[in-house]
């Protein structure tokens, strides 16, 4: 549904949101020491950066999450509704509220493109102002 909504192909992978440590170690074959130490400068529980891992996903994943890929990307959500709702329904996709391929990003839910704000299930509003930083990528 998501890839119809965003007219995103399905060859791109999304990201993987999760609340914790033992979420991460849920979707993930390895996490190496340098991926250790990263996790624990960046990754801090009670107010992470928004940094995204790339990790070799378990070989027990379906290959739909990933696109085919054999790997994973994952980020640990900011503390609030929606780590509570992953702490209670577990990790979730990802995805910035645009259409694939435009460069718009949304801070209100005004700012939300009229075609997917029609098509979503539900929506969320923040009470918090969202940052607008693109995210930050390692692969491991």
Same mark, same amino acid.
């Given at each position: 549904k998501i890839?119809k909504?965003?007219?995103?192909?399905?060859?791109? !992978?999304?990201?993987?949101?999760?609340s914790?440590h033992d #979420?991460l170690?849920?979707? /993930?074959?390895d996490?190496?020491? /340098? @991926?250790?130490?990263?996790?624990?400068?960046?990754? #801090?529980?009670? %107010?992470?950066? !928004?940094l995204? =891992?790339?990790f %070799?996903k378990?070989?027990?994943l379906?290959?739909?999450? +990933?696109s085919?890929?054999p790997n994973?990307a994952i980020r =640990?959500?900011d503390?609030? $509704?929606?780590?509570?709702m992953?702490n209670?329904?577990?990790?979730?996709?990802?995805?910035? @509220?645009t259409?694939s391929? +435009?460069k718009?990003?949304s801070?209100?839910i005004?700012d939300?493109p @009229? +075609?997917?704000?029609?098509? /979503? #299930?539900l929506? /969320?509003?923040?009470?918090s102002?969202?940052?607008g930083v693109?995210?930050?990528?390692? #692969? $491991?």
């Amino acid at each position: 549904k998501i890839y119809k909504i965003k007219k995103r192909s399905k060859n791109l !992978p999304f990201i993987i949101l999760i609340s914790g440590h033992d #979420d991460l170690k849920s979707l /993930v074959s390895d996490i190496n020491p /340098v @991926a250790k130490k990263i996790i624990k400068n960046f990754w #801090d529980i009670k %107010n992470p950066k !928004p940094l995204t =891992l790339i990790f %070799n996903k378990k070989s027990s994943l379906e290959n739909f999450i +990933t696109s085919g890929s054999p790997n994973i990307a994952i980020r =640990l959500a900011d503390p609030g $509704f929606l780590r509570n709702m992953i702490n209670i329904c577990g990790p979730i996709v990802s995805t910035s @509220a645009t259409i694939s391929g +435009t460069k718009s990003y949304s801070k209100k839910i005004e700012d939300i493109p @009229a +075609t997917i704000r029609k098509q /979503v #299930d539900l929506i /969320v509003e923040c009470p918090s102002s969202l940052t607008g930083v693109e995210l930050i990528r390692l #692969d $491991f």
